[in-house]
């Protein structure tokens, strides 16, 4: 179960497109990328935030529980030194502590099949974040949802203030919730999505 999202990769190579997100663009205007930068991309899809990272010289770990998904995004930007692709489950995956500049989880956590599971896996990627590195978190939330393009995908939806309760201790440097309008290639079918858009820095306990 990953949302449905594998007909779209099998259907097109650049399902996502080739652009980073609106929301790694942000983060990139406030903070400088260099060798030394690691990112953890988790539930990568194609790799277009990871790919782009790396290009300005971050370490990116990039991964995707489908398998497809990783093959477009070995096909669409091989993997080189500086930028790894891995199958693998946000839910099962343990990472070192403060491993981390920066964690995306860019459209992952509505995957997942409960608030349970979201939590954990929320937990364990700000544990992976090092003190003053930063969190990207894109994600559906409960206030309006039109899944007529994703037949059969009962996404988990919290609140948008219940992702804020969930990093209450870190320093929110920017918070919305917003619609977003997206027609995805392989259906053709205009949509809309409340989403939550975060990007917060890990404070001192
Ligand atoms: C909305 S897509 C976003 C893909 C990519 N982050 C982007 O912004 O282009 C969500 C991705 O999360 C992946 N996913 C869902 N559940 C997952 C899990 N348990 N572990 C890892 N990835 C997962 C899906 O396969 C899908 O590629």
Same mark, same amino acid.
């Given at each position: 179960?990953?949302?449905?999202?594998?007909?779209?990769?099998?259907?097109?190579?650049?399902?996502?497109?080739? !652009?980073?997100? %609106?929301?790694?663009?942000?983060?990139?205007?406030?903070?400088?990328?260099?060798?030394?930068?690691?990112?953890?991309?988790?539930?990568?899809?194609?790799?277009?935030?990871?790919?782009?990272?790396?290009?300005?010289?971050? !370490? =990116?770990?990039?991964?995707?529980?489908?398998?497809?998904?990783?093959?477009?995004?070995?096909?669409?930007?091989?993997?080189?030194?500086?930028?790894?692709? *891995?199958?693998?489950?946000?839910?099962?995956? *343990?990472?070192?502590?403060?491993?981390?500049?920066?964690?995306?989880?860019?459209?992952?956590?509505?995957?997942? *099949?409960?608030?349970?599971?979201?939590?954990? =896996?929320?937990?364990?990627?700000?544990?992976?974040?090092?003190?003053?590195?930063?969190?990207?978190?894109?994600?559906?939330?409960?206030? =309006? !949802?039109?899944?007529?393009?994703?037949?059969?995908?009962?996404?988990?939806?919290? %609140?948008?203030?219940?992702?804020?309760?969930?990093?209450?201790?870190?320093?929110?440097? %920017?918070?919305?919730?917003?619609?977003?309008?997206?027609?995805?290639?392989?259906?053709?079918?205009?949509?809309?999505? %409340?989403?939550?858009?975060?990007?917060?820095?890990?404070?001192?306990?």
């Amino acid at each position: 179960m990953n949302g449905g999202y594998d007909d779209g990769y099998r259907a097109c190579p650049c399902f996502w497109g080739t !652009q980073p997100g %609106s929301l790694v663009e942000r983060w990139l205007g406030h903070h400088p990328v260099s060798k030394e930068t690691r990112v953890l991309d988790a539930g990568c899809g194609e790799g277009k935030n990871a790919a782009f990272l790396s290009t300005l010289g971050a !370490q =990116v770990d990039a991964f995707d529980l489908s398998a497809a998904a990783i093959a477009n995004a070995r096909q669409a930007w091989p993997p080189r030194p500086g930028l790894t692709y *891995a199958v693998a489950d946000a839910r099962h995956h *343990a990472w070192s502590p403060g491993n981390y500049d920066l964690v995306i989880a860019y459209g992952l956590l509505h995957c997942l *099949a409960s608030p349970g599971e979201i939590e954990d =896996v929320i937990a364990r990627l700000q544990r992976a974040t090092r003190l003053h590195g930063h969190a990207i978190v894109c994600v559906f939330n409960d206030r =309006v !949802q039109d899944l007529a393009a994703h037949p059969g995908f009962a996404p988990t939806l919290m %609140s948008h203030a219940w992702y804020l309760d969930h990093f209450a201790s870190w320093t929110l440097e %920017s918070a919305t919730d917003q619609d977003l309008w997206e027609t995805h290639p392989h259906n053709n079918i205009r949509h809309c999505h %409340s989403m939550t858009r975060l990007i917060a820095r890990k404070a001192a306990p």
